[in-house]
């Protein structure tokens, strides 16, 4: 199977964010989603926010930890709690497993597009900025359900033990 790298698209329309999650969706592109997930806290005029996976191969959990950060960043601004579009049952198996129907609506049906889409520049991370960002993702998965918490803790366990005791 060929992997297409990841790249995210955003628009934003009449009060509607719509990001898209294309190709291979890793923790190179989180920094990114981070950056959404900190601007969308502050956006005036927002009343929904739209995410859409039809496109996506593959979304590692750094990623999904980012994307319930959007989830958190907009609750109690929107009525409605924020829309993932997902048709790969494997996508929506994962999503389910990791709780995300606790704070997004999951549907199938067809997203109407917004007029244009626009690439979203990938914001960099050095090293040190990627290694907080994974430990934040997944600090945050941990705090959506209990088989999250049991799944990421060894992880969260090694990266903070890492953060103390960098090797020299």
């Given at each position: 199977?060929?992997?297409?790298?990841?790249r995210l698209q955003a628009?934003?329309?009449?009060?509607?964010?719509?990001?898209?999650?294309?190709?291979?969706?890793?923790?190179?592109?989180?920094?990114?989603?981070?950056?959404?997930?900190?601007s969308l806290a502050?956006?005036?005029?927002?009343k929904a926010v739209m995410i859409d996976l039809r496109e996506a191969t593959n979304i590692d959990s750094t990623a999904l930890g980012f994307l319930a950060k959007v989830a958190m960043a907009v609750?109690?601004?929107?009525?409605?709690?924020?829309?993932?579009v997902a048709d790969h049952p494997?996508?929506?198996?994962?999503?389910?497993v990791m709780g995300f129907s606790h704070y997004f609506t999951l549907v199938e049906a067809?997203?109407?597009?917004?007029?244009e889409l626009n690439d979203l520049p990938q914001v960099e991370a050095d090293e040190a900025g990627m290694q907080q960002r994974i430990l934040e993702a997944h600090?945050?998965?941990?705090r959506?359900?209990?088989?999250?918490?049991?799944?990421?803790?060894?992880?969260?366990?090694l990266l903070e033990a890492q953060q103390h005791d960098p090797v020299q």
């Open positions: 199977m060929i992997m297409h790298e990841g628009a934003f329309d009449s009060g509607v964010f719509v990001l898209k999650l294309c190709g291979d969706v890793r923790l190179t592109l989180c920094a990114t989603l981070d950056s959404q997930a900190q502050n956006t005036p005029g927002l609750r109690g601004r929107l009525e409605q709690p924020p829309t993932i494997d996508v929506q198996r994962m999503l389910d067809p997203l109407t597009e917004p007029g600090r945050i998965l941990m959506m359900n209990e088989h999250n918490r049991e799944e990421f803790q060894p992880l969260v366990e």
